[in-house]
C-alpha cells in the first residue's frame, strides 16, 4: 500500500484557514505551479498577511544549551535568570555551540534543570556533527563566573535587576517524567503528550526496552542529522491520529476495525490521519538534497546512496522503538525518504527571539542613575556570555499554509518577526501592497544573487524559476 492519494484537498484547506482565522487568503489550484496562496482582500505593505502554527517542528539539539524553550511552541521559559545562568553553566563544562541568528529570517531546583538533564543535554550536544548547519565553539572564558553563582540563578536565589519587566512563563515537566522537554503550560505539555511525545518519550515511565531503543534512534540522530527528530515526530503525529479516529468511530459487531491488507476502510483511517502531512510531500530525500559543494559531480551517486543508508539506519533504529501493525505503511524506507524531503524542500527556519538580548539593551537604555546600579550586578553576567548573549532559539518546522507558497526572485512577502513575535509560528508580511486576486510569493533564497547562481540554488527545489525578474534578465 502507499499512502499517496489524498482526496478532498481542497476542503482540507478550507478548514485549515477557517480554523486559523486566515480570511483575508484562499488556496487555489493553478496549472501553472500546482497549489498557491491567493488573496481575498488588499493588504498594505508591513501588514500581517499570515500567522501560520506550526504542524510540527523541533529545536536543533545544538541550540538547546543556550536557549530554554517550550518543547511545543517554543517560547523561551522560566526566567531571564534562569537562560543566563543555566547557559552559562552549561558553557563552563564546555557543552555550549553557537548558532549565528537572523531574527528577519526566519537540577538544582524546580526551575526545570536537573544534574540528569545537564548529562543529557551535553550528551547530545558534544555528538553532533553540525549537519543542520551550526558551527560549534566552546565558550572558554579567561575568568568563568563562579559555579555557586550560576547556581544560584539557576535556583532563583539571585534576582537581576529589571528582570520583572521580562517575565517569562513557568517551566512545566514533561508528563512522562523525561528531562529531554519542558513547556510553558500545562496546554502546551498536554498539546505535545498527545500530538508527538507520548511515543517519543524516553521518561522512567516509558517500558525500559522501548525507551533503550529510543536513545539509540535519538543518539544517531544528534550524531549525524537532527532532522531524523522531526521525521520520528511526523510518524508519531500520525500513528497518534490514527489511533483517535480508529478509537472515536464507532464499533461494529463489537470489535473496532483493524488494519490489513485487505480492510479498505481502516486503510482510510490512516490515509485521513495522513491527510495533513501530504500536503508538503516532496521527493525522497536522498534525491532531492543539495550536493554538497565538496562533493565531486562524478561522486554523486556514491553521495546519495550514502544518504539513503543513512536514513534506513535511522528508520530501523526507529522501527525499534515505535513500531505500529496497524500503520506499518508509514515504515517504509520509501515514505520515510519522503517524508524527510518534505523538510529539505518545504521547511521554514524556526526562529525565535531571546528575552536576555532585549533585558540587556533595556539596562543600556536606562536613565544614568538607574543605569550605573544596574550595571554594576549585569554586566559581569553579559561579559560572561559575550557574543552569544543573543543567540535565538533555531530550529526546523514545517507550517501547513506558509509551506503552500510559491517562489519569486520579486517576492510580495516574507517572513519577518515582529518584536511582539514569541513563538514558533510563522508569521509572513506584506513587502508592498497587494491586490485582491494576486498570489503570495515570498523567496525560497536569497533574492539579490545574479540571476544564474539564483537558477543555480532553485535547482535543489525543482525548478527553473521564470518569475517576471528572471524572465526579464535571463536575456
Not at 524506507?333 to 532585549?358: K, W
Amino acid at each position: 500500500m502507499v499512502l499517496t492519494k489524498v482526496h478532498n484537498l481542497q476542503e482540507y484547506y478550507d478548514k485549515l484557514i477557517e480554523a486559523t482565522k486566515c480570511h483575508g487568503l484562499r488556496i487555489k489550484y493553478t496549472n501553472k505551479h500546482g497549489k498557491g496562496v491567493y488573496t481575498n482582500s488588499e493588504f498594505k505593505e508591513g501588514e500581517l498577511i499570515l500567522k501560520d502554527q506550526m504542524l510540527v517542528a523541533a529545536q536543533h539539539s545544538s541550540n538547546k544549551v543556550d536557549c530554554h524553550v517550550c518543547s511545543y511552541c517554543f517560547r523561551f521559559i522560566g526566567s531571564i535568570e534562569l537562560q543566563i545562568g543555566r547557559k552559562l553553566y552549561l558553557q563552563g563544562l564546555g557543552l555550549s555551540t553557537k548558532k549565528e541568528c537572523d531574527y528577519e529570517t526566519f537540577s538544582h531546583s524546580s526551575n526545570g534543570m536537573c544534574q540528569n538533564e545537564m548529562e543529557e543535554v551535553g550528551h547530545f550536544v558534544m555528538n553532533e556533527s553540525d549537519d543542520m548547519g551550526s558551527s560549534s565553539s566552546k565558550n572558554l572564558k579567561a575568568d568563568p563566573l563562579p559555579e555557586d553563582l550560576l547556581l544560584s540563578l539557576i535556583n532563583d536565589e539571585l534576582s537581576l535587576p529589571y528582570t520583572k519587566q521580562f517575565t517569562l512563563p513557568p517551566v512545566i515537566a514533561c508528563p512522562g517524567g523525561c528531562e529531554e522537554e519542558h513547556y510553558c503550560s500545562k496546554l502546551c505539555a498536554d498539546s505535545d503528550w498527545e500530538s508527538f511525545h507520548s511515543l517519543l518519550c524516553t521518561g522512567q515511565n516509558t517500558e525500559q526496552s522501548r525507551r533503550a531503543s529510543l536513545f539509540k534512534f535519538i543518539e544517531h540522530a544528534n550524531s549525524t542529522n537532527d532532522i531524523f527528530i522531526l521525521a520520528a515526530k511526523v510518524i508519531s503525529y500520525i500513528i497518534l491520529k490514527y489511533r483517535k479516529l480508529k478509537s472515536s468511530h464507532p464499533i461494529k459487531n463489537g470489535k473496532q476495525p483493524s488494519l490489513d491488507k485487505t480492510d479498505e476502510f481502516s486503510f482510510s483511517l490512516l490515509r485521513e490521519a495522513w491527510k495533513p502531512i501530504s500536503m508538503g510531500f516532496k521527493k525522497r530525500w536522498w534525491d532531492c538534497i543539495a550536493l554538497p559543494n565538496d562533493v565531486d559531480s562524478c561522486d554523486e551517486a556514491s553521495f546519495r546512496m550514502q544518504i539513503r543508508d543513512l536514513a534506513f539506519t535511522s528508520l530501523k533504529l526507529l522501527k525499534e522503538a515505535i513500531f505500529d501493525d496497524e500503520c506499518a505503511p508509514l515504515f517504509s524506507l520509501e515514505i520515510y525518504g519522503h517524508i524527510i524531503g518534505m523538510f529539505e524542500l518545504n521547511n521554514l527556519d524556526l526562529v525565535v527571539a531571546s528575552p536576555v538580548e532585549d533585558y540587556f539593551i533595556y539596562i543600556d537604555d536606562l536613565p544614568c542613575k538607574e543605569k550605573h546600579h544596574a550595571k554594576t550586578v549585569a554586566w559581569p553576567f553579559l561579559d560572561a556570555l559575550g557574543d552569544e548573549y543573543a543567540v535565538c532559539c533555531q530550529g526546523t518546522a514545517f507550517f501547513p499554509l506558509q509551506s503552500c507558497m510559491n517562489h519569486s526572485c520579486c517576492p510580495n512577502a516574507k517572513a519577518f518577526k515582529r518584536d511582539e513575535d514569541r513563538d514558533g509560528y510563522a508569521v509572513i508580511i506584506a513587502l508592498r501592497p497587494i491586490s485582491i486576486g494576486e498570489e503570495i510569493t515570498i523567496s525560497y533564497i536569497d533574492e539579490d544573487l545574479p540571476y544564474d547562481e539564483r537558477q543555480v540554488q532553485l535547482a535543489d527545489y525543482g525548478f527553473r524559476c521564470r518569475c517576471p525578474r528572471c524572465l526579464r534578465e535571463q536575456s
